[in-house]
């Protein structure tokens, strides 16, 4: 029997598999650039994964290649840029998975922020442009300023400006007209606080709360994420705000099985959207919740494919109470499911190592260096020597991540910067070094 996936997260790939096997289900992946998963690939046996390469973004091609494999039972797709065509495809194909429609909602920035504004969950409205900096005076009637301008489909914080002044707006407006967009364009208040994401599993509408995942951004005016940890221990007040807050955003938008990123800024008035991807969270935050829950969650990943309740529902909830807490939760938490309180397994901290000129990827110093740290520091590359780096104002220009383990995520993330202060990586610039 197999278990098919429409492209994936860079890193995961392994534990997804071994939650196919564990399924009693092989893992094929459906790719155009198996590059992108070579830091996983290295780590497993030539077997562990069958590969089929094949254009994903030709849905006629990968119907007919899924239509092909033998005993396929279940078709998981866990990123933002294949989810409609991947919920399209499993509902031509008779398998488990979600509603089309709300996936093409989720998608949508613009659409999930006006419709959370009606029923009370955001403050805020969106407004959709046009890239032209004649919409300035749209902007300025309507949002005010600082606003923010972005994609209504956006991925890796990519064609996202943050504008505080008229100047400011007129240039991201003249940008915008010069960059491809996934979606449209649209703008919307600029919220106060720091950022965050609850990282939450469904099913049948009913939510629960797995953790809490902090985000440091770079300065102004990027907005590129730099590092995180897991999961944050909030008050036991603060932890009920959420897992209710992050429930009822989660229902109203339609999402009602898997898992969900819901990235969140906490201002002075409360929890506001960023946004919502329905998939684990990228870069490490799937590993960082297998460690922190002591299970391999992409279990459940292969439990919801397969279109059955997750076990992972009822796994120790590293959302509890801070460490050296023993109150139990009650008798059920306001997303719908109890469970005993604090993480099982160690929290971690995780740093992405950016170059600090585009050019091409020649290597990084301060590698061997890293057993030296105290948190047991890993490397994750993202690049590989040879790589073209270019963008430098998004994710994309990550070359890799250092993440570090410790008894808390404060001190986890300590620990994970100060190893990656070591580390830098070697770019070579256009016409030499």
């Given at each position: 029997m197999t278990i098919a996936a429409l492209e994936a997260l860079t890193f995961g790939l392994g534990r997804l598999a071994e939650a196919a096997r564990n399924a009693g289900h092989r893992l094929c992946l459906l790719t155009r650039d198996r590059a992108v998963y070579r830091h996983e690939l290295a780590g497993l046996p030539a077997d562990a994964v069958d590969i089929i390469d094949v254009d994903t973004d030709d849905p006629a091609a990968c119907a007919a290649v899924l239509s092909a494999l033998p005993g396929l039972r279940g078709l998981i797709n866990s990123t933002d840029t294949w989810s409609v065509p991947g919920a399209d495809l499993a509902a031509e194909l008779g398998l488990p998975g979600p509603d089309p429609a709300a996936v093409r909602l989720l998608r949508d920035k613009y659409r999930v922020r006006n419709l959370l504004h009606e029923h009370g969950l955001s403050r805020g409205r969106a407004l959709a442009l046009t890239a032209d900096p004649a919409a300035a005076s749209d902007v300025l009637r309507e949002t005010g300023l600082p606003a923010v301008l972005k994609d209504t489909a956006g991925t890796s914080s990519r064609n996202v400006w943050l504008v505080r002044d008229e100047h400011q707006l007129h240039d991201a407006l003249a940008e915008a007209a010069r960059q491809p967009l996934k979606g449209r364009l649209f703008a919307e208040p600029f919220l106060a606080g720091p950022v965050y994401s609850a990282e939450t599993l469904s099913w049948e509408g009913s939510t629960r709360l797995l953790g809490v995942l902090s985000r440091q951004l770079s300065p102004e005016p990027r907005v590129r994420e730099e590092a995180a940890a897991f999961p944050v221990a909030f008050p036991a007040p603060d932890t009920a705000l959420l897992r209710d807050w992050v429930g009822r955003v989660l229902k109203t938008a339609g999402h009602d099985s898997g898992f969900a990123h819901v990235e969140f800024i906490l201002t002075a008035e409360g929890p506001e959207l960023v946004e919502i991807n329905r998939r684990i969270g990228g870069a490490l935050v799937g590993e960082a919740l297998c460690r922190a829950l002591g299970t391999n969650v992409y279990d459940a990943m292969v439990?919801?494919?397969?279109?059955?309740?997750?076990?992972?529902?009822?796994?120790?909830?590293?959302?509890?109470?801070?460490?050296?807490?023993?109150?139990?939760?009650?008798?059920?938490?306001?997303?719908?499911?109890?469970?005993?309180?604090?993480?099982?397994?160690?929290?971690?901290?995780?740093?992405?190592?950016?170059?600090?000129?585009?050019?091409?990827?020649?290597g990084w110093t301060g590698l061997d260096t890293l057993a030296a740290f105290p948190g047991a520091p890993e490397w994750y590359p993202t690049a590989a020597p040879g790589d073209r780096v270019e963008h430098l104002t998004d994710q994309r220009g990550c070359t890799g991540i250092v993440l570090a383990e410790a008894e808390t995520a404060e001190l986890a993330l300590h620990r994970a910067l100060s190893a990656a202060g070591s580390v830098r990586p070697l770019v070579a610039a256009d016409g030499g070094e």
């Open positions: 439990d919801t494919a397969l279109g059955r309740r997750p076990a992972l529902l009822d796994a120790p909830d590293p959302a509890g109470p801070a460490p050296g807490r023993t109150d139990p939760a009650g008798p059920e938490d306001p997303a719908g499911f109890a469970g005993p309180a604090g993480p099982t397994g160690p929290a971690t901290g995780f740093v992405l190592i950016y170059p600090d000129r585009p050019g091409t990827l020649t």
